[in-house]
């Protein structure tokens, strides 16, 4: 069983006072998560990210399709005691302390209030929380918001976890540490989903990542699977190399950079094969020292995906 | 019923700490207390001065952070965002609306409580200072316990007010809940003068139309004993009862009204 399905997910808002029409905001989402994955759910600003986990928490409802958590329909009350979720820039009560807000939400779960309390202190001493803890929220800066956010997605150890862009408003510090909470989470089962569009982060924590662009899932697999897909061609280190031969096979070439004592790193283009031209250059004399594809990075998948996915997102038609 | 407390309890932990409501409730208090000194402009009439005062104090702050409150309650959870959080956790939209309404409640009756307090304090002050001789032109006894009635209403009208702030927060603007909240309040107190519209406009529609409202809208003036009371004039048991109950069944509607449409409601 997975641990997060949606299948043709859509969302459809109204926009426009005299004449509404159907925006498309997320389009016939699709994807699954397994248990104890770390997925990256990335996408540039008002890619749909934020609207695919407000339908997995059911705060809005889908145009169509469905989506289900543990096995469990969204709308499911009882497996919300299994999930966490961090909201993007999250907003609390201006008049309760940190640590009362945790022992609220820790009694939502069934907690007494005592181990409410100590749930609590535990995860604000993760989060970085110290003796502000006792300082009402009013305040707090967006840092420590978000950091007490955290604290809140995690109160009643899930064995999901939703996070939607949980770097945001952190010092590198506090990214740092997130990103260490994160793979604490995964090491113990848990399984994150988080949305961003800080590469990086999902580079450094993701075993799978989907890439949302407009609406639209553009991509989705390991970070492997999707660099390899977005491959530039081919390194090929030569010794051996003589100048004409060189010259008799360059048009193949996309560039040729000398290493010394006759040895070359020549880049292939992903159009053709390199067997061909490896049989010729031996046939010349060289000898192959090594063979490498050119992968992409994380990056570069991301801005193809992105610019290619370029459809209108307001609908001739509504989704029933 | 669980989750309904919990949310209820922090509702009432976040308002008694909101300075404007510590505002309202000390505002009401020192109206209570300058009441006192009204009176002693007043022969005669003093003791009445006083109660009257303090009643409407009561009440038109008490409908201030009902109205002003009550709506806050959805709005500025849903507008700040702070309902993703919570709506995440295992509890349904029935039970975020009563915990939320029931919490504002809660604070509501405690405000209420003290400032029964405060007003049974000055009125006892003033007990203690008058002479015998003036006590006998009183038309009811200073620390009267029935005014507790009135007080009793209050706070059922109160109710009702915070589940008419909260129906209407569920689908309108917070500037909209206002003016229809206050709207039905208006009305609740004014339903005899729309139904007897007729004698004095001449139309044939708008009878027709204000005698609907009438029949629709709670007639919240039954609620109002604060004039007999403070003439000591005998407030019934059993009206008390047929006003709460009638009270209780709008309430009981506009609450499950508020739960079938918030429940709809998409969360941008």
């Given at each position: ?8 997910l859509?969302?459809?808002?109204q926009?426009?006072?005299w ?7 997320l389009d016939?989402l699709?994807l699954s ?7 990256g759910?990335l ?7 934020t609207?695919?986990?407000k339908?997995?928490m059911q705060l ?15 709308g499911?009350?009882?497996v919300?005691r ?5 909201p993007?820039?999250?907003y609390?009560y201006?008049?309760?302390?940190a640590e009362?807000?945790l022992?609220y939400?820790?009694r939502m ?11 609590a202190?535990?995860?604000?001493d993760?989060?970085?929380i110290?003796a502000?803890?006792?300082f009402?929220l009013?305040?707090?800066s ?7 956010g ?8 899930p064995?999901?976890v939703f996070l939607?862009?949980p770097?945001?408003g952190?010092d590198p510090?506090?990214?740092?540490e997130?990103?260490?909470?994160i793979l604490r989470?995964?090491?113990r089962?848990?399984?994150?989903f ?5 590469l990086?982060?999902?580079?450094a ?9 407009k ?7 390991s ?14 280190v030569v ?8 010259t008799?096979?360059?048009?193949r070439?996309t ?5 010394g004592d ?8 992903p159009?053709?094969g ?7 250059l031996?046939?010349g004399?060289a000898?192959?020292v090594s063979?490498?594809p050119l992968?992409?990075?994380l ?6 995906q992105?610019?290619v ?6 609908s001739?038609k509504v989704a029933? | 019923?669980?989750s ?11 308002s008694i700490r909101d300075?404007?409501g ?5 505002f009401s208090?020192m109206?209570m ?5 009204l009176?002693?402009?007043?022969a005669?009439?003093?003791v009445?001065?006083i109660k009257?005062?303090g ?6 702050i ?8 009550g709506i ?5 959870e849903v507008?700040?965002?702070s309902?993703?959080s919570?709506?995440s956790?295992p ?15 809660l604070t ?8 029964v307090?405060?007003?049974?304090a000055?009125l006892?002050?003033?007990e203690?200072?008058?002479?015998d001789?003036?006590?006998?032109a ?7 316990p029935r005014?507790l009635k ?9 109710m009702f007010?915070?589940?008419?702030a909260?129906?209407f927060?569920t689908?309108s603007s ?14 609740g ?5 729309l139904k007897?519209l007729?004698?004095i406009?001449q ?9 609907a409202?009438?029949y629709?809208?709670p007639n919240l ?7 007999a009371v403070?003439h000591?004039?005998p407030?019934?048991?059993t009206?008390?009862?047929?006003a709460?109950g009638?009270c209780l ?6 609450l499950v ?6 429940s709809?409601?998409d969360?941008?």
């Amino acid at each position: 069983m997975d641990a997060i399905t949606t299948d043709g997910l859509t969302k459809h808002y109204q926009v426009g006072f005299w004449r509404p029409r159907p925006y498309v905001a997320l389009d016939n989402l699709s994807l699954s998560v397994a248990k104890g994955e770390v997925f990256g759910f990335l996408g540039p600003n008002g890619a749909g990210k934020t609207t695919t986990l407000k339908l997995l928490m059911q705060l809005i409802y889908p145009t169509s399709g469905h989506a289900e958590i543990l096995g469990s329909p969204v709308g499911d009350v009882a497996v919300r005691r299994r999930i966490g979720y961090l909201p993007e820039n999250p907003y609390f009560y201006d008049n309760l302390t940190a640590e009362e807000l945790l022992v609220y939400f820790a009694r939502m779960f069934g907690c007494s209030a005592k181990e409410g309390r100590e749930r609590a202190s535990r995860l604000l001493d993760d989060v970085g929380i110290g003796a502000e803890r006792r300082f009402q929220l009013r305040r707090f800066s967006k840092g420590m918001v978000q950091r007490v956010g955290i604290a809140q997605a995690l109160i009643n150890e899930p064995e999901v976890v939703f996070l939607d862009e949980p770097m945001s408003g952190l010092d590198p510090l506090g990214r740092r540490e997130v990103r260490e909470m994160i793979l604490r989470l995964r090491d113990r089962g848990c399984t994150v989903f988080f949305s961003s569009h800080v590469l990086s982060d999902a580079e450094a924590l993701c075993s799978r990542v989907a890439i949302l662009a407009k609406g639209r899932l553009a991509a989705i697999g390991s970070l492997d699977e999707l660099t390899a897909v977005g491959s530039r061609g081919w390194e090929l280190v030569v010794s051996g190399l003589k100048g004409d031969v060189l010259t008799r096979h360059y048009a193949r070439i996309t560039r040729a950079t000398p290493l010394g004592d006759s040895r070359f790193s020549l880049e292939l283009p992903p159009s053709t094969g390199p067997e061909q031209l490896i049989a010729d250059l031996v046939a010349g004399g060289a000898h192959i020292v090594s063979l490498n594809p050119l992968r992409g990075t994380l990056e570069d998948v991301f801005v193809e995906q992105v610019r290619v996915a370029a459809p209108d997102r307001f609908s001739t038609k509504v989704a029933s | 019923m669980r989750s309904i407390a919990i949310i209820a309890g922090g509702v009432f932990r976040d308002s008694i700490r909101d300075r404007i409501g510590y505002g309202l409730v000390f505002f009401s208090i020192m109206l209570m207390a300058s009441s006192y000194l009204l009176a002693q402009l007043t022969a005669g009439q003093d003791v009445k001065i006083i109660k009257d005062l303090g009643l409407a104090a009561a009440s038109a702050i008490g409908l201030f952070i009902a109205v002003f409150f009550g709506i806050g309650l959805v709005t500025k959870e849903v507008e700040r965002k702070s309902i993703y959080s919570l709506l995440s956790k295992p509890v349904t939209r029935t039970q975020f609306v009563l915990g939320k309404y029931f919490g504002l409640v809660l604070t509501l009756l405690i405000n209420l409580s003290v400032m029964v307090l405060a007003f049974y304090a000055v009125l006892l002050y003033f007990e203690m200072t008058t002479l015998d001789g003036a006590k006998a032109a009183w038309e009811a006894p200073a620390l009267d316990p029935r005014m507790l009635k009135a007080f009793a209403l209050i706070g059922v009208e109160l109710m009702f007010i915070t589940a008419t702030a909260i129906f209407f927060s569920t689908f309108s603007s917070p500037f909209l809940s206002v003016a229809m909240t206050f709207a039905v309040y208006i009305v609740g107190h004014f339903g005899e003068d729309l139904k007897n519209l007729n004698a004095i406009v001449q139309s044939v529609v708008l009878p027709y139309i204000t005698k609907a409202i009438y029949y629709v809208m709670p007639n919240l003036s039954a609620l109002d004993v604060k004039s007999a009371v403070v003439h000591g004039l005998p407030v019934s048991g059993t009206s008390m009862v047929l006003a709460t109950g009638s009270c209780l069944v709008y309430i009981a509607t506009l609450l499950v009204g508020a739960i079938l449409i918030f429940s709809r409601r998409d969360l941008k």
